[in-house]
């Protein structure tokens, strides 16, 4: 679990160099990033025992031509930490009530996001991906 924050860091650091390098030879648009954490950890900090695993939120960071920057989501308190809101699909906005995607589909909803960001047909994604939808407010 010690190596997890300097794995990411120097991963994300490693995509940074890239896209420097893309962009240099004009390739920017034509190459996406996906990253994607295989589960959430605790926010709240135990003491010198670092953190749980935590089923409530996810974590992924998706950067190239067909996607807006920005963050898609938003944490409100649960159960003693913090957990994922529902998702305006319109806006990526985390919302406490009344989203279109709720916790529950969030991860297939960014499977959606990233196909659709790489142009695959909405039809495409349905047929292979059964729940969330496309958050159109994280594409470009």
């Known amino acids: 679990m010690r190596a997890e924050v300097p794995q ?4 994300v650091a490693q995509i940074g160099s890239l896209m420097t390098q893309l962009q240099t030879a004009g390739l920017q648009d034509q190459v996406t990033f996906a990253m994607y954490n295989v589960f959430g950890r605790t926010l709240k900090k135990k003491g010198l025992t670092g953190r749980d695993h935590w089923a409530s939120h996810h974590v992924t960071v998706m950067m190239g031509k067909g996607l807006r920057a920005g963050v898609v989501g938003g944490l409100e308190p649960k159960s003693g930490d913090y957990g994922a809101q529902a998702i305006d699909a319109k806006t990526g906005r985390g919302v406490a009530s009344g989203g279109d995607v709720p ?7 960014m499977g959606k996001t990233l196909g659709a960001a790489l142009g695959l047909a909405p039809a495409v994604l349905d047929a292979n991906i ?3 939808k496309i958050v159109t407010g994280a594409l470009a």
């Open 8 to 11: 990411h860091q120097t991963g």
């Open 103 to 109: 916790f529950e589909e969030t991860l297939s909803a």
């Open 130 to 132: 059964a729940q969330g």
